[in-house]
């Protein structure tokens, strides 16, 4: 029998579309050549263009499909994205804190693409209380690192550099903001720890808009540092795949482009073809 591959266990949502979510991580985990375990934490009605309602587990079924997972299975990385509700939160925060030299990477997710709002301030406050102290790596777009570090200094519109420092002081080993949603010509994801700025790592701005881009992110991270890289190499190796996945990205229905992740797979067209 074969070695096993790295084993990567994912909370998340599922989507239907297969564009975010739960799928979104199965689909990247896989491609990089990882084993992903998975934890549904909630069911959406869902398309390509938004969300329109969240079902979230029960947080006791949220635990025992982790704890039974864990129990036969020797896993590498934790990947976190939308965990449904306060209580889901809570039980995965106990959970983590059992497996404290497993790495976690923390998708906090908040909204759909669209703007549809997926998470209450209260379930906002549960991350900042009992996820972030034990997240090795988060990944927030430039609007939620902005809403998780609001209301730390006084003001609700903090810099970049500022919102990375109030999240690494509240617990966070690395933070990796990524600048989709800043209005630049190239787009600059920027990776801190608690000393400050580590790297920034830039790319062309892609016409059109993705779903699940996030997802594939803080996946194709994790799979890295399931591989043994480290942070900042498992940051860029993670963009890259991401690039390239975007880059092949295509549009099933009426709504934003979903990426390829098996990009690498598609056959290329025969030579003198059209």
Known sequence: ??????????????????????????????????????????LTVQDTAGVSDVLAMD??????????????????????????????????????????????????????????????????????????????LLVPNSIEARRLAAGEGGDDEPGLEVCARRLTDLGCEYVLITGTHENTPRVHNQLFDAGGHVQTDSWDRLPGSFHGSGCTLASAIAACLAWGQDIPQAVREGQDFTMEALKAAFRPGMGQYIPERFFWAQEAPAEGSA
Do not use: N
């Not at 096993?4 to 979104?24: I, R, Y």
């Open 1 to 42: 029998m074969s070695q096993s591959p790295p084993l990567v266990l994912t909370f998340a949502a599922s989507d239907p579309t297969g564009g975010a979510g739960l799928q979104a991580d199965v689909l990247t985990l896989s491609s990089m050549g990882c084993h992903p375990l998975s934890v549904v934490t909630a």
């Open 59 to 136: 947080a006791d079924w949220v635990a025992d499909q982790a704890r039974m997972l864990l129990e036969d299975m020797p896993v590498d990385v934790f990947k976190l994205g939308l965990l449904g509700s306060v209580e889901a939160i809570s039980v995965i925060a106990e959970i983590l804190s059992d497996y404290p030299d497993i790495p976690v990477v923390l998708d906090p997710v908040l909204a759909s693409g669209r703007g549809d709002e997926l998470v209450s301030e209260d379930m906002v406050s549960a991350m900042k209380d009992m996820l972030l102290p034990q997240t090795t």
